[in-house]
């Protein structure tokens, strides 16, 4: 039998992982990949918990943020194009236009 | 035995979790992301989650991942020599000790709270997917009603976004 502890300890390093990635890298897919990342580690605890405390809620509200992360990837490459076909660039440095 | 397919699920998402940040080329961050998602999946198996296991294969490897590569192939992008914020060092350092911290911690609490009303054995006695329709059309019959009009929007959204603005003139001919 697994910890519950364990499953949370992955999930936390899985969530640092992907607020990293998110600061730290410059191209935007790999930013919107590092924040499918972080939705992940949010998934595994949600379902580890709902197991340990014998309750389906947590298994349900993952289901409702997969189907949001695919909204989200879908609404994000979009804009990526938008802007790819604006500035030939998807350097997160310099989408600066709405900077103020 | 459950244990030994823990670590290896749990070892294998975290490198493949920390590739998909680390790589250079996006289409081998792609390929790390689908092997973080996949063993991810094996996780919700080992707790008793196989609805969630086969949403996440087929949602997630299957569509969301197709579409960043799908995305990643239409651009064509050329790889940037120094793909890292500048000074990525002072991210680092903090976020690595800010981790071991949160996990020494994770690891000594004692996690509990009430007991919900679904124990291992009754959903293993009908299947996951049976407790979670049960639940998800009964109780949680808005929110997923919410959800399809927000997965609606964002469709909508995103024809609306990537169409191929027609210039001016191409309006007053039509």
């Known amino acids: ?100 | 035995m459950v244990a030994v397919f823990f670590a290896y699920f749990a070892l294998v998402s975290v490198a493949a979790g920390v590739l998909t940040v680390a790589l250079k080329n996006p289409v081998h961050c792609g390929l790390a992301l689908l092997a973080l998602l996949l063993h991810v999946s094996g996780l919700f198996v080992l707790l008793n989650a196989e609805f969630l296991w086969a949403v996440q294969v087929i949602v997630y490897a299957g569509a969301i991942l197709v579409l960043y590569l799908f995305v990643l192939m239409l651009l064509n992008l050329k790889t940037d020599e120094r793909y890292f914020h500048p000074s990525y060092l002072y991210f680092l350092g903090p976020a690595v000790l800010g981790s071991l911290y949160i996990i020494m911690l994770l690891l000594r609490s004692p996690f509990g709270g009430a007991k919900g009303d679904a124990p291992a054995a009754a959903v293993l006695q009908d299947g996951d997917t049976i407790a979670v329709g049960v639940k998800m059309f009964g109780d949680y019959l808005l929110q997923f009603e919410i959800v399809g009009v927000f997965l609606l929007g964002a469709i909508i959204g995103a024809i609306v976004l990537a169409k191929t603005p027609r210039t001016l003139d191409e309006e007053r001919k039509a």
Request: charged share 10%; no cysteine.
């Open chain 1, 1 to 100: 039998m697994v910890p519950l502890s364990a499953y949370v300890a992955v999930s936390a390093v899985l969530f640092m992982t992907g607020l990293l990635g998110v600061l730290i890298r410059r191209n935007f897919i790999i930013v919107l990949m590092a924040v499918e990342i972080m939705l992940n580690a949010a998934n595994i605890n949600l379902v580890a918990f709902s197991h340990h405390l014998e309750s389906m809620a947590g298994q349900l509200v993952a289901l409702f943020i997969i189907a949001i992360a695919a909204g989200e990837a879908a609404v994000g490459l979009a804009i990526i194009i938008v802007v790819f076909r604006g500035k030939i660039s998807t350097n997160v440095d310099e989408m600066n236009l709405l900077k103020w």
